[in-house]
C-alpha cells in the first residue's frame, strides 16, 4: 500500500511563535536547548524567506519543515538550507525528502542559481543524501571554541598608536578585504547586517591615519564571534589579541566559538592555534546548482 501523501505548504502565512514552536520540537532530542529568543534571532541573521520555506502538516501542525534563507554567496544568488528537520516521532517516514522535492522547483523559481547548506562531516549518512540529490563539496570549514575565561586572552592592550573602539556595519564595508576567505552564510556581512541589532562589533583604528585596520563581531548571548580580521598590512601587532580581550566581556554564555573557517585561511588558523584556542567539530559546504 503507497504511503500518504503529507500535506505541505509554505510558512508565508505562520507566525513566527509556530515556526520557533516546530523547530523546537524537531530539536527536542538534542544535547543542546534552543532559547526561543536566540532561535528567532539566529533566523534572522540567515535570511529566513517565509514564502521558499515549506512544512509538512499532520492533524493541524508541522511535523516536518525545511527552513530556507534567501541571500547571496560569492556574489550569486542563493538559497541557503537554514535548517531542515522531522519532529522525533515521525521520522523515518520520508518527511524530509519530500520536502525537498517539494521545494526545489519553488526554490529554482525564485532566481536563485545556488543552494547551498552546510553537514558535519561526521554525519556520512546525511552527506551520502545529500550527494544523491545533487550536491557536492564545496568547502572544509574548521570550527573552534572554549571557555571563554581561559581560552581568550584578556588584559590585552592594543598596541602603540591603535585604539579600539565600537562600531556598525557601515564600517564594515570598507573592511571587506581584510579577510583571507569568503566567510561562510551564518558570518557574512549580509547575516552580520540582518543581526546587527543583537551583535557587538569592535574596530581597531590608526590613530594618525583615522582608518579602521580590524574587526571583530561577535553575538554575545551565544558566545559566536562571527568574524575577525586584521588588514595584511598591520597583522603580527597585537592587534587580533586585543580586540579578543577586548570582546572578552561582552560575551554572556562563558563560552565562545569560531566556526567556519575556511581549511584554506591559514593565517587565522595560524593565530588561533599561537593562541592555543581548541578546534572542535568540522562541517563541510554543500553547493547544488539551481534548477
Excluded at 185 to 205: D, K
Aim: glycine share 10%; hydrophobic share 40%.
Amino acid at each position: 500500500m503507497p504511503k500518504p501523501q503529507p500535506h505541505i505548504t509554505n510558512l508565508s502565512e505562520v507566525a513566527m511563535p509556530a515556526i520557533i514552536a516546530a523547530f523546537a520540537e524537531a530539536f527536542s532530542d538534542y544535547a543542546v536547548t534552543f532559547d526561543p529568543a536566540q532561535t528567532e534571532a539566529m533566523l534572522t541573521r540567515r535570511g529566513l524567506c517565509p514564502e521558499l520555506s515549506f512544512a509538512a502538516w499532520e492533524d493541524g501542525r508541522i511535523v516536518a519543515f525545511t527552513l530556507t534563507g534567501t541571500g547571496t554567496f560569492r556574489s550569486i544568488a542563493t538559497c541557503y538550507d537554514c535548517a531542515t528537520a522531522t519532529i522525533p516521532s515521525r521520522r523515518g517516514l520520508g518527511l524530509g525528502g519530500a520536502l525537498f522535492r517539494h521545494a526545489l522547483p519553488h526554490l529554482a523559481a525564485s532566481g536563485a542559481r545556488q543552494y547551498l547548506l552546510e553537514v558535519l562531516t561526521t554525519n556520512e549518512r546525511a552527506i551520502a543524501l545529500y550527494t544523491g540529490a545533487g550536491f557536492s563539496r564545496d568547502t572544509l570549514y574548521l570550527c573552534y571554541g572554549g571557555d571563554t575565561a581561559l581560552s581568550l586572552p584578556h588584559g590585552v592592550c592594543p598596541p602603540a598608536g591603535i585604539s579600539l573602539r565600537p562600531i556598525d556595519p557601515g564600517v564594515l564595508h570598507g573592511c571587506a578585504t581584510f579577510t583571507d576567505f569568503t566567510p561562510s552564510w551564518q558570518n557574512s556581512f549580509e547575516s552580520i547586517e540582518r543581526g546587527a541589532g543583537n551583535l557587538v562589533m569592535t574596530g581597531a583604528f590608526d590613530n594618525c591615519q583615522g582608518r579602521c585596520v580590524g574587526y571583530c563581531v561577535a553575538d554575545p548571548a551565544t558566545g559566536d564571534i562571527s568574524q575577525i580580521a586584521v588588514d595584511q598590512t598591520m597583522r603580527r601587532r597585537g592587534i587580533g589579541r586585543a580586540m579578543l580581550s577586548a570582546m572578552a566581556p561582552e560575551l554572556l554564555t562563558g563560552r565562545f566559538k569560531l566556526l567556519n573557517i575556511d581549511e584554506h585561511c591559514h593565517s587565522l588558523l595560524a593565530f588561533l592555534d599561537a593562541l592555543g584556542i581548541e578546534r572542535g567539530l568540522s562541517q563541510y559546504a554543500m553547493l547544488r546548482p539551481l534548477p
